[in-house]
């Protein structure tokens, strides 16, 4: 089992250019989260899928973002139009989807907008 | 929202010392989870402990749910140690993360 698998590691773009984020989650989980970690706002919750659908979008910023599951063994997230405060470390995690489950996280996609 | 707050917010130890670091939570209906993160690495799951008290190796984590709060014990620390323990609290199925507590660990 590789754990949770984020592509690319790192990525730069200029502003006003588009990334793609890419995320393929635990074979057998059905849960997959989004979280942005940066050194001020800390983690935070982005958006979530279960068993492909989303569920919980209530993180992720209202303009320029937005986030698909197309099959169950990945899922991306999208940045239009990226800005210097989008730079951030961001986390992809999966899990069972039950209350008790427990979340694993990948490595996470460094992105950093010039 | 739910809150979750970490203290201290930075730490630094003398190898062979033990380390206690506290989690306060501002909900009962939370299950708490404890993470550990190398500077770059990823976060590296510790324990999921909605309540009780559970062991490895020379970690402890305790949480009393009534109580609102959650604790990690290092015992005998390490140079491998260092680096940034997150706790976070599960409302729904989405995590809520503490700003976490920074080890350093020196010989």
């Known amino acids: 089992n590789a754990g949770v698998i984020q592509t690319p590691r790192h990525k730069v773009t200029g502003k006003g250019q588009e990334a793609t984020l890419w995320c393929e989650p635990i074979s057998g989980h059905s849960a997959v989260f989004w979280y942005r970690q940066t050194i001020v706002q800390g983690l935070e919750f982005l958006t979530y899928f279960r068993n492909q659908a989303p569920i919980d979008d209530s993180g992720m910023p209202k303009e320029r973002f937005s986030a698909q599951m197309p099959n169950q063994s990945h899922s991306t997230l999208k940045i239009q139009s990226t800005q210097p405060q989008d730079s951030a470390v961001y986390l992809c995690?999966?899990?069972?989807?039950?209350?008790?489950?427990?979340?694993?996280f990948g490595p996470g996609t460094r992105l950093t907008v010039l | 929202g739910q809150q979750v707050q970490q203290s201290p917010a930075s730490l630094v130890l003398q190898e062979g010392e033990n380390a206690e670091l506290q989690c306060n939570f501002s909900?009962?209906?939370?299950?708490l989870q404890w993470f550990y993160q190398h500077p770059g690495g990823r976060l590296v799951s510790l324990f999921y402990?909605?309540?009780g008290t559970k062991h490895t190796g020379r970690l402890t984590s305790t949480t009393v749910t009534n109580e609102r709060r959650g604790s990690l014990h290092i015992s005998s620390s390490q140079t491998t140690d260092s680096g940034t323990y997150f706790c976070?609290?599960?409302?729904?199925?989405?995590?809520?993360f503490g700003q976490g507590t920074i080890l350093k660990v020196y010989l």
């Open positions: 909900s009962t209906a939370t299950r």
């Open positions: 402990n909605p309540s």
């Open positions: 976070a609290i599960k409302g729904g199925q989405k995590l809520v």
């Open positions: 995690a999966s899990s069972f989807a039950t209350d008790y489950a427990e979340q694993f």
